[in-house]
């Protein structure tokens, strides 16, 4: 009997660990070449990993929320032997039936075993995988030695098979429900069995509140106060995208000198060519908003000022300025903020640009975006005003020049030919690295976008 130990692989993009968000498979189940195993979190995005080995599944070697090297065993499988291995010293118990049973599914089980690529380009590391305690639990006390017999398992309460207690959720939900410590089990379904974000949170606010002594009722993680007093608390660690996002912004703030500039634009003609657009049969398949023609209106304006689509190169004092526009748009997403690139936005004809923009953030919601489709951007555009904002300061992705916020549209009062009337207004904001971009630059920039969206008929100019 041979057995195979699948070390984690390189996900891409040079990243040295993930962690282990669920597995899809439990010991003694068989597996093809190329089924997935498991769901791993790096710093950019949720993976699917499959395995390369044939076989039994004989041991799971690191558990549900455990953060691994690159090179790290994950999972021990046999070549056709019936028994289960003993995983080897110093790795982690497999998690129990129950506890993977709680993170749910994603899809049913008969889609879950989708054949995809086999990741390659790992290599062995010098390093641990590092247990993260789960949240409204102790510690475990340390392991004893190998020698030393296991104390008996106190008998698992009767539960029904795991098929039938699986629940269904995507990995973001799984891991939101993970971070605030919420038994996916207990949470009630929404539509077709399914358990979604607002199930969690809703749940997790019901259980939040104190419970009678001896309640089994779970609870939220709680801390006493000095005082003795019973003040709450939740505290999310911050790993994968939040961890990578905020070192990438203390990175930025403190890397690139920002200026930022802030225009307020009537866009009432473009928020009508909107509604001519939407009559239109030929688009009638495409979403449209007004995010679209900000994008294009931007994409005009990097024509003007190509110091806006670049980047510097500290190393040789270089300013590296881009020929293609790979437009970064900023999508709010469960595991924090991502910003998926639309690659050659300045050729793309409007209905391929809309629908581009509509399947990037998509992907990006559904916690599905590769690392590949959030490296390359050369400008990016946030959108801040979905949230009924009215203006931001952004803050510079690493390695672009500028970004671009747009606030909320809305009806205020404005001047037109000395009366006041109602109009579309926005407020745009552009932040830019002042190494690249000087004042005269980043001002004829903001206005051309400014211009563009106020009389689009002007991009015939342009």
Not at 287 to 302: M, N, Q, Y
Not at 323 to 338: E, F, Q, S, W, Y
Not at 368 to 378: E, I, M, V
Request: charged share 25%; glycine share 8%.
């Amino acid at each position: 009997m041979a057995t195979n130990e699948y070390k984690l692989p390189d996900p891409g993009e040079g990243l040295t660990e993930a962690e282990i968000v669920s597995w899809h498979v439990a010991v003694g189940d068989t597996l093809k070449v190329n089924d997935i195993v498991c769901e791993i979190e790096t710093a950019k995005s949720i993976v699917e990993l499959p395995t390369p080995y044939a076989g039994t599944v004989a041991a799971l070697l690191v558990a549900e929320g455990d953060t691994v090297a690159v090179g790290t065993p994950i999972i021990a499988v046999s070549d056709g032997a019936d028994e289960p291995v003993a995983p080897p010293s110093g790795t982690a118990e497999p998690p129990p039936v129950e506890e993977r049973a709680e993170t749910g599914a994603e899809l049913p089980p008969e889609a879950e075993a989708a054949p995809v690529a086999t990741l390659v380009g790992y290599g062995p590391r010098e390093r641990h995988s590092v247990r993260r305690r789960r949240r409204g639990t102790v510690s475990s006390p340390a392991p004893a030695p190998a020698a030393a017999p296991a104390p008996a398992a106190a008998p698992a309460p009767a539960a029904a098979p795991p098929a039938a207690v699986r629940t269904l959720a995507k990995p973001p939900v799984r891991k939101l429900a993970k971070d605030l410590g919420v038994d996916l089990r207990q949470v009630p379904p929404g539509d077709g069995g399914v358990v979604r974000r607002p199930d969690v949170e809703a749940y997790a606010r019901q259980i939040s509140t104190p419970t009678a002594p001896g309640s089994a009722a779970p609870t939220v993680v709680a801390a006493a106060t000095a005082s003795g007093g019973g003040d709450r608390e939740t505290r999310i660690p911050m790993k994968g995208v939040r961890k990578a996002t905020a070192e990438a912004m203390v990175a930025s703030a403190f890397t690139a000198p920002h200026v930022t500039e802030w225009l307020t634009v009537d866009v009432t003609r473009s928020m009508e060519l909107l509604e001519r657009m939407r009559s239109d049969r030929a688009l009638s398949e495409v979403k449209l908003s007004p995010l679209l023609l900000v994008v294009r209106a931007v994409c005009l304006a990097l024509r003007r000022t190509p110091e806006m689509n670049a980047s510097f190169d500290s190393e040789r004092q270089e300013v590296v300025l881009k020929h293609d526009v790979n437009l970064g748009i900023a999508a709010a997403t469960p595991r924090g903020l991502l910003v998926p690139v639309v690659r050659d936005a300045d050729r793309r004809s409007m209905p391929d640009l809309a629908a581009e923009i509509g399947d990037v953030v998509r992907t990006a919601r559904d916690g599905k975006t590769q690392p590949s489709d959030l490296a390359g951007g050369t400008f990016s555009i946030t959108n801040v005003g979905v949230f009924g904002v009215d203006a931001g300061t952004p803050i510079l992705v690493p390695g672009q020049t500028g970004i671009l916020a747009v606030g909320a549209i809305n009806r205020r009062p404005w001047v037109v030919d000395d009366d006041i009337v109602a109009r579309w207004v926005t407020t745009l904001a552009v932040s830019f690295d002042h190494r690249v971009v000087d004042g005269e630059q980043g001002s004829r920039f903001l206005a051309d976008v400014g211009r563009l969206l106020e009389d689009p008929a002007s991009a015939l100019a342009l």
